[in-house]
T-cell receptor
Framework: GESVGLHLPTLSVQEGDNSIINCAYS??????FIWYKQESGKGPQFIID?????DKRQGQRVTVLLNKTVKHLSLQIAATQPGDSAVYFC???????????????FGQGTILTVHP | EAGVAQSPRYKIIEKRQSVAFWCNPI?????LYWYQQILGQGPKLLIQ????????DSQLPKDRFSAERLKGVDSTLKIQPAKLEDSAVYLC?????????????FGSGTQLSVL
């Protein structure tokens, strides 16, 4: 079935380094993607999104890159801080049966650990 | 702005018992979602409400799960009878109108353990 998944389940970095978290998707019709951060004991929190008509979008310390040719997106975190330690999910929001409503499908997640 | 409220925070039950979870979305948000998150996995949508109507319940195990959103505000999710594989975190989320590019705001979830 169609799914959104991640290449690496865990990533450990040193404070100050840049982090790159990858995600592969299988639905070539997907046109909107979101990255979420989930800290222990909390619900997912929106980080950044990107539409399929874009290749790159930047936020505060975060950048999302989208490669539609290979159906791959990545989240880059600059100057990673201990507070960035969390599970990161990519999610695909696709049209739910022709309505205007979205249907969010999450990938498995990557655990990011930042060492001081 | 107050966030999405969920209760209880934790629940432990034995298999075949029933359990109910409660969610209060952000004020003014028309769309409410229930997600199930099994340990080590991403959240999976169970049901989506638009006001008090169901938009999508295709992944809700209707033989044991039920949900309602009376008056289009609070919502309850019930499991009866519970199975061991229902152990998970149940997340409630809301968005302003449910559009495809709207942000979802999640609660902290209810962690259910079925013994």
């Amino acid at each position: 079935g169609e799914s959104v998944g991640l290449h690496l389940p865990t990533l450990s970095v040193q404070e100050g380094d840049n982090s790159i978290i990858n995600c592969a998707y299988s639905n070539s019709a997907s046109d909107y993607f979101i990255w979420y951060k989930q800290e222990s004991g909390k619900g997912p929190q929106f980080i950044i999104d990107i539409r399929s008509n874009m290749d790159k979008r930047q936020g505060q310390r975060v950048t999302v890159l989208l490669n539609k040719t290979v159906k791959h997106l990545s989240l880059q975190i600059a100057a990673t801080q201990p507070g960035d330690s969390a599970v990161y999910f990519c999610a695909e929001n696709r049209d739910a049966g022709g309505t205007s409503y979205g249907k969010l499908t999450f990938g498995q997640g990557t655990i990011l650990t930042v060492h001081p | 702005e107050a966030g999405v409220a969920q209760s209880p925070r934790y629940k432990i039950i034995e298999k075949r018992q029933s359990v109910a979870f409660w969610c209060n979305p952000i004020s003014g948000h028309a769309t409410l979602y229930w997600y199930q998150q099994i340990l080590g996995q991403g959240p999976k949508l169970l049901i989506q409400f638009q006001n008090n109507g169901v938009v999508d319940d295709s992944q809700l195990p209707k033989d044991r799960f039920s949900a309602e959103r009376l008056k289009g505000v609070d919502s309850t999710l019930k499991i009866q009878p519970a199975k061991l594989e229902d152990s998970a975190v149940y997340l409630c989320a809301s968005s302003r109108a449910g559009g495809r590019e709207e942000k979802l705001f999640f609660g902290s979830g209810t962690q259910l353990s079925v013994l």
